[in-house]
């Protein structure tokens, strides 16, 4: 079974940017959602999806949106990139339903210079 | 607002004794609770979970308290390994359209020296 995959590992972006983040959910999961983690910090939800709707969303500006396709992989967009936005993103899948047992991608780290 | 608080920033341990890594929070509408280890390079991986209607968890070595009263939770580990090292993180979800929006703290940074 293959966990949860993201992509890029690693991005450098300058002030003002856009950038697309990917994730590839765990077989059989229809729901992902997406966290920021600053250095030093806890991941914080920036929104869920579920069928391709979303599902939820955290205290993020509009500049960040996301999508996921019907075969469940998804998108973080980040538009307007600002000095603030250099995180690890991570995202994270789960079966319906159980939303409290989401597994983790092991992150993309982007740095917005 | 920080609705989930870890206070100890990290945590050392000789193996073999018992690990306690501690969590408040301030939201009551928080219904279920989790805990998550994270090592270098990884994603959070999932450890444990407790509902607001129990006050303990018990699964192989460690073990979540709930004290609701005073909106406390921890985590027990015994006994600690040093492969147990690792950022701690706890989270906390609540019900209807917030359920499975996880809120986390800052992480413990747990070392368990052999």
């Known amino acids: 079974e293959t966990g949860v995959t993201q992509s890029p590992t690693h991005l450098i972006k300058t002030r003002g940017q856009q950038v697309t983040l990917r994730c590839s959910s765990q077989?059989?999961?229809?729901?992902v959602s997406w966290y920021q983690q600053a250095l030093g910090q806890g991941p914080q939800f920036i929104f869920q999806?579920?069928?391709?709707?979303?599902?939820g969303r955290g205290n993020f500006p509009p500049r960040f949106s996301g999508l996921q396709f019907p075969n469940y992989s998804s998108e973080l967009n980040v538009n307007a990139l600002e000095l603030d936005d250099s995180a690890l993103y991570l995202c994270?899948?789960?079966?319906?339903?159980?939303?409290?047992?989401?597994?983790f991608g092991p992150g993309t780290r982007l740095t917005v210079l | 607002d920080q609705q989930v608080k870890q206070n100890s920033p990290s945590l050392s341990v000789q193996e073999g004794r018992i690990s306690i890594l501690n969590c408040d929070y301030t939201?009551?509408?928080?219904?279920?609770f989790l805990w998550y280890k994270k090592y270098p390079a990884e994603g959070p991986t999932f450890l444990i979970s407790?509902?607001?209607?129990?006050d303990k968890n018990e699964d192989g070595r460690f073990t979540v308290f709930l004290n609701k009263s005073a909106k406390h939770l921890s985590l027990h580990i015994v006994p600690s390994q040093p492969g147990d090292s690792a950022v701690y993180f706890c989270a906390a979800s609540g019900s209807g359209t917030s359920y499975g929006k996880l809120t986390f703290g800052q992480g413990t940074i747990l070392t368990v020296h052999p």
């Open positions: 939201n009551s509408m928080f219904d279920y």
């Open positions: 407790i509902s607001s209607i129990k």
């Open positions: 994270a899948s789960n079966e319906r339903g159980k939303y409290n047992e989401q597994f």
């Open positions: 077989s059989g999961h229809n729901t």
């Open positions: 999806y579920y069928r391709e709707e979303e599902n």
